[in-house]
């Protein structure tokens, strides 16, 4: 089972920038769908931005669009996050998350099929608050 763990969460003033990164424990041989995830006190966990290990598929949701970026290190087993021109409204736990994407299934990583319940392997969470 591969794990997950996340950091570079802190606070940062609206308009600012922050990086997230996530590291697996283990090479990830087999194709993988992995994201971000976030979730505000009192809101469900929702997708902010998914991307396939084996590329092709990246997923911004509407929120995030033109401001996240989601790139990955496959060698380093490592996903970043990177938030630009953050708003008081992105203050959330960020989760990353990972689902195994068998061949033949890399619908599972677009819209449509990019709800928590889809993914079973999380990190522990980093938090971002953005004051305004």
């Known amino acids: 089972q591969v794990h997950l763990v996340e950091s570079g969460g802190g606070s940062v003033q609206s308009v600012g920038s922050l990086s997230l990164t996530c590291a697996a424990s283990r090479y990830l041989y087999s194709s993988y769908c992995m994201g971000w995830f976030r979730q505000a006190p009192g809101n469900e966990r929702d997708v902010a931005v998914t991307n396939s290990t084996g590329g092709g598929n990246t997923y911004y949701a509407d929120s995030v669009k033109g401001r996240f970026t989601i790139t990955q290190d496959n060698a380093k087993n490592t996903l970043y996050l990177q938030m630009n021109s953050l708003k008081p409204e992105d203050t959330a736990m960020y989760y990353c998350?990972?689902?195994?994407?068998?061949?033949?299934?890399?619908?599972?990583?677009?819209?449509?099929?990019?709800?928590?319940?889809?993914?079973?392997?999380w990190g522990q969470g980093t938090q971002v608050t953005v004051s305004s």
């Open positions: 998350a990972a689902k195994r994407l068998p061949t033949g299934t890399e619908w599972a990583c677009r819209q449509g099929s990019l709800y928590p319940i889809n993914f079973g392997v």
